[in-house]
């Protein structure tokens, strides 16, 4: 358990609706990041938060949002769903931003599948 | 542009043995590695990790290489057990900018008893 959480576990929804994904950090992380794992790739960096801010964007599309809320959970928007958007969706979180021994600690995923 | 590229889609190793999975880079500017675990249904457990300025760190049966000239890192496992069987993500990044995780593709490693 490496005690970043996500929920749902597993979501389904029809092209062209709008989802939440939610996302706890480890307690004293400050950074949450959002992967996107889509059938057989490695895991895309969507895009990163740190204490609230925004800090870095991978390639996400203007459909997807995300923001990090004063609590430090997280959450990923993703609208106007199309078939490809159906992946694993993994957040993960670390201490802080500097240095070289801040390993990202992953959630179990949630499996989104647009039909 | 696949920065972090893992050529071994699969590997088999027989239960004892070492397993050694494999990682290539082409980008300059990532000073620190990791190595995560991955089964099925989960998400990435963190493994084993090394900064540039190191060409091996080791704990316990894992141990991961750096050629820092070849741009190339490795992951070696003895004696490999049924447990490891998973997918091993190499990633990487860079110290100055942002802080993503770039990843390879994944190894799939299957321990035969």
């Known amino acids: 358990d490496s005690g970043v959480t996500q929920t749902p576990k597993h979501l389904i929804t029809a092209t062209g609706q709008r989802v939440t994904l939610r996302c706890s950090p480890r307690s004293g992380d400050l950074s949450v990041y959002w992967y996107q794992q889509s059938l057989d790739q490695g895991l895309q960096f969507l895009i990163q938060?740190?204490?609230?801010?925004?800090?870095a964007k991978g390639n996400i599309l203007e459909r997807f949002s995300a923001q990090q809320f004063p609590d430090l959970h997280s959450e990923l928007n993703l609208s106007s769903l199309e078939l490809g958007d159906s992946a694993l969706y993994f957040c993960?979180?670390?201490?802080?931003?500097?240095?070289?021994?801040?390993?990202?600690?992953f959630g179990p995923g949630t499996r989104l599948t647009v039909t | 542009d696949q920065q972090v590229k893992q050529n071994s889609p699969s590997l088999s190793v027989q239960e004892g043995r070492i397993s050694i999975l494999n990682c290539d880079y082409t980008n300059s500017m990532f000073d620190y590695f990791l190595w995560y675990k991955k089964y099925p249904a989960e998400g990435p457990t963190f493994l084993i990790s090394i900064s540039s300025i190191k060409d091996k760190n080791e704990d316990g049966r894992f141990t991961v290489f750096l050629n820092k000239s070849a741009k190339h890192l490795s992951l070696h496992i003895v004696p490999s057990q049924p447990g490891d069987s998973a997918v091993y993500f190499c990633?990487?990044?860079?110290?100055?900018?942002?802080?993503?995780?770039?990843f390879g593709q994944g190894t799939r490693l299957t321990i035969n008893p």
């Open positions: 938060y740190y204490n609230g801010e925004e800090r």
């Open positions: 990633a990487a990044r860079s110290s100055r900018g942002a802080q993503k995780l770039v």
């Open positions: 993960a979180s670390s201490v802080g931003l500097a240095g070289n021994s801040y390993e990202q600690y």
